[in-house]
């Protein structure tokens, strides 16, 4: 079947650090890997997208890509700033099986100034 | 072009009442999700409908849970005799019908109160 599987967090960063956020998949198709953000008391927003492997999503300086031999869309930002801080959501969708959405749990990431 | 609009963004509802929630899709999408989350959880599919159709309900649960979405109006998610555990937000999303873009559109979400 299909699942994401993305790092636990609280991941708490000083301003302008690297940061990596992990996220592995298991999907039977082809499937499309997003990340979407949530800031506090909203919705998600699409952050990146890919749709196929070795595409690289990239958007606000966060990047990412598609990586079918690992199975893996990690999230990537050179230098992070205080708003930043949100929670950030791994998904991919399955195209083949009447566009279905997995999410991972959330990773929130905490950036201190 | 709107995005996805959910009403009410707030609801406070005492236990054994009724809770009804809309979404109304990005326009040119007919391919509704309803997910559920609660205080610093994840997210959690409940349904997902096209107009018309329930195509999977398989996260929402048998009892005072339904949706629908038909073909003129909102999609609706109605929650009967709530009680204090549906407290949560409650997110709907809506796609293309091109299976190529795949990409989700969300709403700012409606946040349920149970007292």
């Known amino acids: 079947g299909n699942s994401v599987t993305q790092m636990e967090g609280p991941v708490t960063l000083s301003e302008e650090a690297f940061l990596t956020i992990n996220c592995t998949y298991t999907a039977t198709g082809y499937p499309s890997l997003f990340w979407y953000v949530q800031y506090p008391g909203e919705g998600l927003q699409l952050l990146l997208k890919?749709?196929?492997?070795?595409d690289k999503g990239s958007n606000k300086g966060f990047e990412a890509t598609y990586r079918k031999e690992t199975t893996s869309f990690h999230l990537e930002k050179g230098s992070v700033q205080v708003s930043d801080s949100a929670v950030y959501f791994c998904a991919l969708s399955d195209r083949v099986n009447f566009n279905k959405f997995y999410f991972g749990s959330g990773t929130k990431l905490n950036v201190k100034p | 072009n709107a995005g996805v609009m959910q009403n009410p963004r707030h609801l406070v509802r005492r236990r054994g009442q009724e809770a009804r929630l809309r979404c109304s899709p990005m326009?040119?999408?007919?391919?509704v999700y309803w997910y559920r989350q609660l205080p610093e959880e994840g997210l959690k599919f409940m349904v997902y409908l096209q107009k018309e159709n329930i195509i999977d309900e398989s996260g929402m649960p048998k009892e005072r849970f339904s949706a629908e979405f038909p073909k003129e109006g909102p999609s609706i998610l109605r929650i009967q005799q709530v009680v204090r555990g549906d407290s949560a937000a409650y997110f709907c999303a809506s796609v293309t019908d091109n299976l190529n873009t795949g990409e989700l559109f969300f709403g700012e979400g409606s946040r349920l109160t149970v007292l």
């Open positions: 890919a749709t196929k492997a070795d």
């Open positions: 326009k040119g999408h007919s391919h």
